[in-house]
């Protein structure tokens, strides 16, 4: 089955670095679109940032855009998201899935903390 597991969340102090993990199985990743979103406290789903079977296309929400790069290791079967220069309204607990435009799979997610 399906298996979307996490890693590399945490409690950061603003401005620091993260990087996210996703290890897939499964499924065969290599033709998947991947994706990461995130819910702060009290709030909704939010999509974060999505990259192609490839790699060679990706996207970030506004809010995320040149402070977060998402890329992905098909011989791993892997997808990261790099989280720099966090601030406190980055905290959340951040999801792995597979697609893009249509979700098929998440994972149970990572909570990142940022907080001085």
């Known amino acids: 089955q399906v298996q979307l597991a996490e890693s590399g969340g945490g409690l950061v102090q603003p401005g620091e670095s993260l990087r996210l993990s996703c290890a897939a199985s499964?499924?065969?990743?290599?033709?998947?679109?991947m994706s990461w979103a995130r819910q702060a406290p009290g709030k909704g789903l939010e999509w974060v940032s999505g990259i192609v079977d490839d790699g060679k296309n990706t996207d970030y929400t506004d809010s995320v855009k040149g402070r977060f790069t998402i890329s992905r290791d098909n011989a791993k079967n892997t997808v990261y998201l790099q989280m720099n220069s966090l601030k406190a309204e980055d905290t959340a607990l951040y999801y792995c899935a597979s697609g893009w435009s249509h979700i098929t799979d998440w994972g149970q997610g990572t909570q990142v903390t940022v907080s001085s």
């Open positions: 499964g499924f065969t990743f290599s033709s998947y679109a």
